[in-house]
């Protein structure tokens, strides 16, 4: 039986199995954008407090929600790199990189002036100052940019690259929000470190891309990628809207305080997320450059899944034996009363962390049709929510179901359908 699972796993890939390598050396590198992070949310939990907090933590939801577009540029890339990768068509790759860097150049400016547009209807739902949500829009531009870089950098499989830069935009996010915060910019300064990391992570990722340089640049024609780019959006905007929209929905239903505490208590759950996603980074371009060969990818889904689950099962029973403790260590007493519900919102987590991998794993063999189920699991929770709000148990009890339902459909669906490569 142990013969006939290890030949599973290993079928169709080659001896030289780098999924586990290149997914420690990505791990690696989101820990460190995780770990910065949280000392960047627990440092703004405290020095902020649960009023202010929420308005950060609310704003942190709407910027899950916005760069949406900037991780569906980041994979759509990643998967197109990836194939002419595995023809060997550098000079494409480069004319492939050269057009989307001009053509997001311009998409970035016009949906920065829409999001202004609509940036008091965004602080008049939330109930939060003007201020705070502009400045926030500023990222706007690189946060649409530096996805194109990473897009190509991933699609490459320059991983160690991808580490470095991604490794560089948590320390640089960390130094300002504290800097701006200590200089008294309160949850602007917060704000404005967001745009300030996003910048410099853009501007460094010149130097590897340089490597380009040295071919000749082919012109291709790019229609498949816009036909791919739309299903991609839409999938990763229903996903971002399932693990945020509870929160942005909590800031406008409960008062400020148990709205910060509730976005702290979201924060610390979603650590499982954090902390797994960079499996599906790895996975991504690797099925699609296998899946481009005609070779068997199921297996890389059930390894991703089981290295998900590696990592994200501890987590979750940690946070589930010892809430207060957890809570206490990231965010002080002032959130205690919160940490009854972890539990629950752990495991939606680490349920939305399998069904993430698992919507990454048909996007990139161009499995589509099954994702249309989970548009139907966000609406019921928006609806569900929306009805019955009547406490934040009320509310995580929601997620937990609803979550368990979606992995659970999505990945039959795609383990048994038999027509995969």
């Known amino acids: 039986m142990i013969r006939g699972i290890k030949k599973f796993l290993l079928r169709g890939y080659s001896k030289d199995n780098s999924l586990i390598r290149d997914s420690i050396i990505l791990f690696s590198a989101t820990m460190i954008l995780n770990l910065t992070g949280f000392v960047f949310h627990f440092f703004m939990g405290r020095a902020l407090g649960p009023s202010s907090y929420g308005v950060l933590g609310a704003l942190w939801s709407l910027l899950y929600i916005l760069i949406v577009p900037t991780v569906t540029i980041q994979n759509t890339?990643?998967?197109?790199?990836?194939?002419?990768?595995?023809?060997?068509?550098?000079?494409?790759?480069?004319?492939?990189?050269?057009?989307?860097?001009?053509?997001?150049?311009?998409?970035?400016?016009?949906?920065?002036?829409?999001?202004?547009?609509?940036?008091?209807?965004?602080?008049?739902?939330?109930?939060?100052?003007?201020?705070?949500?502009?400045?926030?829009?500023?990222?706007?531009v690189f946060a649409i940019?530096?996805?194109?870089?990473?897009?190509?950098?991933?699609g490459l499989q320059w991983f160690k690259t991808l580490g470095v830069n991604m490794s560089f935009e948590g320390f640089a996010k960390l130094a300002f929000g504290v800097i701006l915060v200590l200089f008294g910019l309160e949850v602007n300064g917060a704000a404005l470190s967001v745009f300030l990391a996003f910048l410099f992570s853009f501007l460094i990722t010149y130097f590897p891309l340089r490597r380009l340089s040295k071919y000749k640049s082919e012109k291709y024609s790019l229609n498949g990628l816009y036909?791919?780019?739309?299903?991609?959006?839409?999938?990763?905007?229903?996903?971002?809207?399932?693990?945020?929209?509870?929160?942005?929905?909590?800031?406008?239903?409960?008062?400020?305080?148990i709205a910060g505490k509730y976005a702290a208590m979201s924060l610390v759950g979603k650590t499982i997320f954090f902390a797994t996603i960079a499996i599906s980074y790895v996975m991504f371009p690797k099925v699609s450059e296998l899946n481009k060969q005609k070779k068997y990818t199921k297996n890389l889904l059930i390894k991703s899944l089981l290295l998900v689950l590696a990592i994200g099962v501890p987590m979750t029973f940690i946070y589930s034996l010892f809430p207060e403790l957890v809570i206490n260590i990231f965010f002080?007493?002032?959130?205690?009363?919160?940490?009854?519900?972890?539990?629950?919102?752990?495991?939606?987590?680490?349920?939305?962390?399998?069904?993430?991998t698992v919507v990454m794993y048909n996007l990139s063999i161009d499995k589509l049709k099954s994702l249309s189920l989970l548009f139907l699991f966000a609406l019921a929770e928006t609806a569900l929510i929306w009805k019955y709000h009547g406490s934040l148990l009320q509310i995580t009890n929601i997620l937990m179901i609803l979550g368990g339902g979606m992995f659970i459909i999505l990945f039959l669906i795609s383990l048994l359908r038999k027509n995969d490569a």
């Open 145 to 154: 940019l530096l996805p194109v870089s990473r897009g190509i950098i991933q």
């Open 77 to 140: 890339l990643s998967k197109f790199t990836s194939e002419l990768k595995a023809e060997k068509e550098y000079g494409k790759i480069k004319y492939l990189t050269t057009y989307t860097l001009k053509l997001f150049t311009l998409l970035a400016v016009l949906g920065l002036i829409f999001y202004l547009l609509l940036s008091k209807y965004i602080a008049a739902f939330l109930h939060i100052p003007l201020t705070p949500v502009i400045i926030f829009g500023a990222f706007f």
């Open 227 to 257: 036909k791919y780019f739309i299903p991609m959006f839409i999938a990763l905007l229903v996903l971002t809207s399932f693990y945020s929209i509870d929160v942005l929905l909590v800031k406008h239903f409960f008062d400020s305080v």
């Open 332 to 356: 002080g007493e002032e959130y205690l009363d919160i940490a009854n519900i972890l539990w629950r919102f752990s495991l939606f987590i680490l349920f939305f962390s399998l069904t993430y």
